[in-house]
């Protein structure tokens, strides 16, 4: 590896998100892992009425809210929802005024427009992980998911 290499390496985020639901809909939390070189980060939060894809994509604008502009970031997720969403459908939603291909809203509309906003700031690698499979990273993050849940 070149010195190049590795000056841009570590310019590099890993940052891993999860979400969480029990009941969907129910209480649900969010967590963010994120790693840069020997320092981790951990955030986590929760809702009480909400889904698991919002807490999906909640994650998602969470960690990115904390990054600084321009960061190179590799994102991990294991949501198909978020990954398709902001790698596929995402232009055609805009296009046709945040409607679906049946003509319906957006589900997450909001949370799809924060994201869409915070994405454009970012040069994102978008990195899809099986859950529960034991990737260290994803393990944490859905650890921090479970803790932000809140119990009624």
Known sequence: MSAKDKDK???ELRVFTDGACKGN????GWG??????DKDIELFGGEVGTTNNRMEL???IKALSIIDKGTKVILYTDSKYALDGIS???ETWKKNGWK???KKTVKNIDLWKKMDQLVAMF???WVWVKGHSG?????RADFLANKGVVDL
Do not use: H, L
């Open 9 to 11: 390496d570590k310019n």
């Open 25 to 28: 809909p129910g209480p649900g």
């Open 32 to 37: 963010v892992f994120i790693r840069k070189d």
């Open 58 to 60: 909640t994650a998602i």
């Open 88 to 90: 596929s459908w995402i």
């Open 100 to 102: 679906t291909a049946s």
């Open 123 to 125: 040069e994102i690698d």
């Open 135 to 139: 990737d260290p990273g994803n393990e």
